[in-house]
């Protein structure tokens, strides 16, 4: 089975330019999930997307938004860049069982390494 | 709100030793899962083992295993036979039994040397 996979791997964008990065789950993962990882904060959850619907959402600025097609590949935007967007944008699936059966584990992407200057 | 706490940044280790990790995290929750990430140089992040906290049974996969001890709040990564390969950053994470969302901590560094 293929691996979750992003795209694309490497972005350079200047400030005030907006960038949208693509994931592509795991073949029968409905969850996709977006983490930011810089330096400074390590890794932060961005949000969370389940069948077309952003499920949970991180502490970050609406300049960062989200979304999920029917065959379950995601999408995120960041708007109106600034410096401190730079950084490595992980993506992860998973399968999510319903209420009460548990959670399936994050696989996750190589990421996408922005940025911004 | 969940915290996960890794105590040591940095740590080395000789080829073919053993190694704990250390981490402890900070929950109101009874029902969670725990979780070993590595990310090597690449930069791709891997699951290395996972713990329900409803198991009291320590997980172990081959040369990996964890130490939960769920009344201390802490969730140690002992890595047996260390090769080269093993060379990482090591993430501790938590996720609620309601929330697909993985709390981190701050990572330790690991360098297994020859």
């Known amino acids: 089975k293929a691996g979750v996979t992003q795209t694309p791997r490497y972005l350079i964008k200047t400030r005030g330019q907006q960038v949208t990065l693509s994931c592509s789950p795991i073949s029968g993962h409905r969850s996709v999930s977006w983490y930011q990882q810089t330096p400074g904060q390590g890794l932060q959850f961005l949000f969370e997307?389940?069948?077309?619907?952003?499920?949970n959402k991180g502490n970050f600025p609406g300049r960062f938004s989200g979304r999920q097609f029917s065959n379950s590949r995601s999408e995120m935007n960041v708007s109106t860049l600034e410096l401190g967007d730079s950084a490595l944008y992980l993506c992860a699936s998973s399968f999510s069982p319903g209420p009460g059966q548990g959670v399936d584990t994050q696989y996750f992407g190589p990421g996408t390494r922005l940025t911004v200057l | 709100a969940q915290t996960v706490t890794q105590s040591q940044p940095e740590m080395s280790v000789q080829e073919a030793e053993t190694v704990t990790l250390s981490c402890t995290y900070d929950?109101?929750?009874?029902?969670?899962?725990l979780f070993w990430y590595k990310q090597p140089p690449s930069r791709q992040m891997i699951l290395v083992i996972r713990q329900e906290a409803y198991k009291q049974q320590n997980a172990t996969e081959n040369r990996f295993s964890v130490n939960f001890q769920k009344a201390a709040k802490s969730f140690s990564l002992k890595i047996s036979d260390s090769q080269l390969g093993d060379t990482a950053m090591y993430f501790c994470a938590f996720m609620m039994e309601y929330g697909n969302k993985l709390v981190f901590g701050a990572g330790t560094i690991l360098r297994v040397k020859s």
């Open positions: 997307y389940f069948s077309e619907t952003q499920r």
């Open positions: 929950t109101s929750e009874n029902n969670y899962y």
